[in-house]
């Protein structure tokens, strides 16, 4: 038996607002702001589930899980992301490894990296040394820099058991 390996790549970005939780890798964080969403709008975790269903080309998060269906109004996206999950499940899918970069201007998210990793490793089933936390600020420019909003960034690797090549 050997395997067949696939990459995925996500991407998420969302408003900051005041009045609403930063909640990063389903860690809230201590902010004066958050970031606005339909749903908790958790840009980590969104970026992973995009990655995760991109892996395995089953369209994207919101075809999944529609911003305009009230049932994930104030939703918690680690629900999306365990759905992903066992879509590629289904497909024979098991997840590798995950990388991922958030970038905020502020707060600093280092002191929380080994929650959010712990609390995304518990979820997926995976071992902490195969969940790959970054930050970055956007050196004060653009959207994210101007503190206007932020992003999530996440590639996965994935892999499925096929049956060995036999030759011909
Ligand atoms: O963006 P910059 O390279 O200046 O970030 C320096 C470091 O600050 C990063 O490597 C990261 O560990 C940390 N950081 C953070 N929280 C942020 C942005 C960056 O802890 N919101
Ligand atoms: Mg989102």
Known sequence: ?????RSGLGWD????ASGRALILGGVT??????????????ILLHAI???????????DIGMHFSDT???WKG???????????????????ELVHLDTTVILEKPKLKDFRTAIRENIAKHLGLSLELVSVKFKTAEKVGPVGE?????????????????EYAGV
């Not at 038996?1 to 390996?5: A, G, H, P, T």
């Not at 503190?147 to 058991?161: D, I």
């Open 69 to 71: 269906d009230p049932r």
């Open 13 to 16: 970005s969302h408003r900051t």
């Open 75 to 93: 939703a918690e996206s680690m629900q999306f992301l365990l759905h992903a999950k066992s879509l590629l499940a289904e497909k024979g899918f």
């Open 49 to 59: 589930t995009d990655a995760l269903l991109g892996a395995a080309a089953l369209g």
């Open 29 to 42: 964080i201590p902010s004066e702001f958050g970031l606005d969403g339909h749903s908790d709008a958790d």
């Open 147 to 163: 503190g206007r909003s932020a992003e999530a960034q996440a590639v996965v690797t994935v892999r499925r058991k096929v049956p």
């Open 1 to 5: 038996m050997s395997y067949e390996y």
